[in-house]
């Protein structure tokens, strides 16, 4: 594979090296591959500057992921290892400069450690961003459950975060969670402050997809919208199902849907529900609620945080803290959603137009990210 180059000065003055994420179907990531790119060429032409855009596409991998999380262990390693490789080869062929910036749009990539190597070491003075989506100290994360604390990925971890000059998370939830310093000492926590940004992730794209599914007619159905995996509490879903067997019931993962088919399951509910243990961002929701479909949630994670303007989104934590919390507070979530299976519609569309208009603004604009790259 060969780099990708936007842009029309091909005797480069400054770049942007994007190292994005590998494209799944069923991921919002997938989209970002065109999307981040687009988004920071056009504010590089409305503020007329000098800089170029290098995207480092990988080989190409399956299209599978790992049961239970969102990319193939080993196929994502072959992604990420072969960008390294391009990005080496640009090193010796004097194609990377001082000035240059980079953006890996998943911050959890090794080949980074790699990348710094060369950039020292050939003294190029470089300038390095990421997204964190997570990492082993959450204890919901595929990382946290199957490796924890081992030694090994947590200074691995502290290693990475020091490689970017700017580590940004699309919450301060997930910020204070992933912060790899969390347990070092007062003062090794607070030097790494200045390294961390809060930024909307870059899902400015949604409002053209999911445009024309806004209008779809509603059933009286409700969705699960999440992977299969325990932190998502899928056993609570499907005994509400049991409970309320007036309204359809729909687990989007148990079959292989086309992201128009998602969409439009989504754009037809009335309801889409959430128990999650773990979500540092909560991409489902904010697809819901484009399409006026009402999205239900713990007041917990970084659900709390992004609607903190729409509290009647968002129900105690405590009624789906557990399996055990969710017996004796069972009751209390299956009148709060017959009460909004029985909403009229245009009320429904009251809170779904101000998500659209107030918050998504906020949380699905990448504006500090973009800002800070082009400075």
């Known amino acids: 594979m060969k780099p990708i180059y936007i842009g029309q000065n091909k005797m480069i003055k400054k770049q942007i090296i994007i190292v994005p994420i590998e494209k799944l179907e069923n991921r919002y990531t997938y989209f970002w591959y065109d999307h981040v790119p687009k988004i920071l060429d056009e504010a590089i032409k409305a503020r007329n500057l000098d800089i170029d855009i290098t995207i480092i596409n990988g080989d190409d991998v399956p299209p599978t992921t790992t049961p239970g999380a969102f990319l193939d262990f080993g196929a994502t390693n072959i992604y990420k290892s072969s960008q390294t490789m391009i990005i080496a080869e640009l090193f010796r062929q004097g194609k990377i400069k001082s000035g240059d910036k980079f953006l890996y749009t998943d911050a959890w990539n090794p080949g980074i450690i790699q990348v710094k190597y060369m950039a020292d070491l050939y003294n190029v003075d470089l300038e390095f961003h990421s997204m964190w989506h997570a990492n082993s100290l959450d204890p919901q994360d595929f990382l946290g459950r199957l490796i924890g604390d081992k030694p090994w990925i947590r200074h691995a971890?502290?290693?990475?975060?020091?490689?970017?000059?700017?580590?940004?998370?699309?919450?301060?939830?997930?910020?204070?969670?992933?912060?790899?310093?969390?347990?070092?000492?007062?003062?090794?926590?607070?030097?790494?402050?200045?390294?961390?940004?809060?930024?909307?992730?870059?899902?400015?794209?949604?409002?053209?997809?999911?445009?024309?599914?806004?209008?779809?007619?509603?059933?009286?159905?409700?969705?699960?919208?999440?992977?299969?995996?325990?932190?998502?509490?899928?056993?609570?879903?499907?005994?509400?199902?049991?409970?309320?067997?007036?309204?359809?019931?729909?687990?989007?993962?148990?079959?292989?849907?086309?992201?128009?088919?998602?969409?439009?399951?989504?754009?037809?509910?009335?309801?889409?529900?959430?128990?999650?243990?773990?979500?540092?961002?909560?991409?489902?929701?904010?697809?819901?609620?484009?399409?006026?479909?009402?999205?239900?949630?713990?007041?917990?994670?970084?659900?709390?945080?992004?609607?903190?303007?729409?509290?009647?989104?968002?129900?105690?934590?405590?009624?789906?803290?557990?399996?055990?919390?969710?017996?004796?507070?069972?009751?209390?979530?299956?009148?709060?959603?017959?009460?909004?299976?029985?909403?009229?519609?245009?009320?429904?569309?009251?809170?779904?137009?101000?998500?659209?208009?107030?918050?998504?603004?906020?949380?699905?604009?990448?504006?500090?990210?973009?800002?800070?790259?082009?400075?």
């Open 157 to 375: 971890e502290k290693s990475m975060f020091h490689c970017f000059d700017k580590n940004w998370f699309a919450t301060n939830f997930s910020a204070n969670l992933c912060n790899p310093f969390k347990y070092a000492s007062p003062i090794e926590y607070g030097n790494t402050k200045t390294k961390i940004g809060i930024t909307g992730w870059p899902m400015e794209y949604l409002e053209d997809i999911l445009g024309p599914y806004k209008n779809a007619t509603k059933k009286n159905q409700i969705v699960f919208p999440h992977r299969l995996a325990p932190e998502k509490q899928l056993n609570i879903f499907e005994d509400l199902a049991q409970e309320m067997p007036e309204y359809d019931w729909v687990v989007c993962q148990k079959t292989n849907l086309t992201k128009h088919e998602y969409h439009t399951i989504l754009s037809e509910s009335k309801l889409c529900f959430s128990a999650s243990l773990q979500e540092t961002y909560g991409i489902s929701m904010l697809e819901s609620l484009m399409v006026n479909c009402y999205a239900l949630m713990p007041k917990r994670l970084s659900y709390a945080e992004i609607f903190a303007n729409q509290q009647e989104l968002l129900y105690p934590s405590e009624w789906t803290s557990s399996w055990n919390n969710y017996l004796i507070y069972k009751s209390n979530l299956i009148d709060t959603i017959k009460k909004i299976m029985d909403t009229d519609q245009n009320e429904i569309l009251k809170i779904t137009n101000k998500f659209q208009t107030e918050t998504f603004p906020k949380c699905g604009h990448a504006d500090n990210l973009i800002n800070a790259l082009l400075q």
